[in-house]
């Protein structure tokens, strides 16, 4: 049963809470204890918040699910976790995940209830809307971010972060659902949206992001008025121009079907971008 609950919080989908770190990390707050401390508990509240979201869809969608190849073996669908017992660890993570968020910040608490219920609302009905579907999984991204910000007491932080982080989270998303266009038989299409896209229209939108995704975050290197005056921010640009490349290149060369997450948990040129991104980065703000 505990393994069945565990499988239905999907923990493999808290990677994307990584976006709570952007103002801890961006705000050059990571040698403060108070602000680290904040921000690690926070980023727990919220991934169970997310996670209530995933047993709750789950539950929704458990008649649907039994029809579709692969997820009818998720717990619920299969039965080996009841919906009464899924319920309840629902309600759990909700009263364990809400008082923790609002001792660490009313403000983040409210972004965090607010996340929850657009998520819910997504799941219900956005989601089957053309395009508006994929502007709102990207906004849930930017949401992480200002969920971050609430966390701590920030001096610093760049609003061009949240701007970057819309188009590279519109990138993400629309990604996602050309992997889903591209993989999808008649027999496993049960996302009504898919039948609105086509491929030559998410690539274009792909093109479109991934620009913008590299233009924003250069235009925040130099301009942003929290950066070293030597400019050596610009130093990390390549660091996004090569992972927008190889994340473009994963889904329209090898066609790869997964999502974003999935993709950057499986491919390690990927991973070692990222690794090093982030270590440029922590360079110029602390060594530098």
Same mark, same amino acid.
């Given at each position: ?133 994929? !502007? #709102? /999984? $990207? ?7 200002? &969920?971050?910000?609430? =966390?701590?007491?920030?001096?610093? @932080? ?104 999935? !993709? #950057? /948990? $499986? ?7 990222? &690794?090093?991104?982030? =270590?440029?980065?922590?360079?110029? @703000?602390?060594?530098?």
């Amino acid at each position: 049963m505990l393994r069945a609950i565990l499988k239905t919080m999907r923990p493999k989908q808290w990677a994307k809470n990584v976006f709570l770190l952007a103002a801890v990390v961006f705000d050059r707050k990571l040698t403060n204890p108070e602000a680290m401390l904040h921000t690690v508990l926070g980023v727990i509240a919220f991934s169970l918040v997310a996670s209530v979201v995933y047993i709750v869809n789950d539950i929704a969608d458990r008649e649907a699910d039994r029809q579709h190849p692969t997820k009818r073996n998720r717990p619920i669908a299969s039965g080996r976790l009841p919906t009464p017992a899924a319920w309840a660890a629902a309600i759990l993570l909700v009263l364990a995940a809400f008082p923790l968020a609002y001792s660490l910040s009313p403000d983040f608490a409210a972004i965090t209830f607010f996340y929850l219920f657009f998520n819910l609302a997504y799941s219900k009905w956005l989601k089957h809307i053309v395009l508006l579907d994929i !502007l #709102v /999984l $990207a906004s849930f991204y930017v949401i992480r971010v200002a &969920a971050g910000v609430a =966390l701590i007491d920030v001096v610093r @932080f760049s609003p061009w972060i949240y701007i970057f982080t819309s188009f590279l989270a519109l990138l993400m998303g629309t990604g996602k659902r050309r992997a889903e266009l591209a993989q999808i038989s008649e027999s496993a299409n049960s996302r009504r949206v898919l039948e609105g896209y086509t491929i030559n229209f998410l690539d274009q939108l792909i093109a479109l992001a991934a620009g913008t995704t590299i233009i924003t975050y250069s235009l925040y290197t130099f301009s942003a008025p929290n950066l070293p005056e030597n400019h050596l921010m610009m130093l990390t640009i390549p660091f996004i121009m090569y992972g927008v490349l190889r994340y473009q290149y994963l889904l329209q060369v090898k066609d790869t079907g997964a999502a974003p997450e999935e !993709l #950057v /948990l $499986a491919d390690r040129p990927l991973q070692l971008d990222i &690794a090093l991104f982030g =270590l440029a980065v922590l360079a110029v @703000f602390y060594i530098s």
